[in-house]
Nanobody, 115 residues
Framework: QVQLVESGGGLVQPGGSLRLSCAAS????????MGWYRQAPGKQRELVGATVSADSASYVDSVKGRFTISRDNGKNTVYLQMNSLKAEDTAVYYCKMISSAGVIWGQGTQVTVSS
């Protein structure tokens, strides 16, 4: 059974940084596209960015230049480095794997940006 577990969320001041991790088990991430999404209160879940290989990632305009996705295939983990955080980045962050078994979601980790 494939599982994704996010961690690294928390409370941070505007302008601060956080690094989220998404650890996979039951399948190797090296074969699949991985994405980060977020859902703010009262809003739909939205794509933050995605990676299909170790040296390729794409982002939505609102996070370009501030967020970076990386993947460590040896640790079977995908990361989301978030810098220059803003209040509007407050949300539950989820990772997603698009695998041969279907779409797998993690349980999410809360990120709150507030002074």
């Amino acid at each position: 059974q494939v599982q994704l577990v996010e961690s690294g969320g928390g409370l941070v001041q505007p302008g601060g940084s956080l690094r989220l991790s998404c650890a996979a088990s039951g399948s190797s991430i090296r074969f699949y596209a991985m994405g980060w999404y977020r859902q703010a209160p009262g809003k739909q879940r939205e794509l933050v960015g995605a990676t299909v290989s170790a040296d390729s990632a794409s982002y939505v305009d609102s996070v370009k230049g501030r967020f970076t996705i990386s993947r460590d295939n040896g640790k079977n983990t995908v990361y989301l480095q978030m810098n220059s955080l803003k209040a509007e980045d407050t949300a539950v962050y989820y990772c997603k794997m698009i695998s041969s078994a279907g779409v797998i979601w993690g349980q999410g980790t809360q990120v709150t940006v507030s002074s």
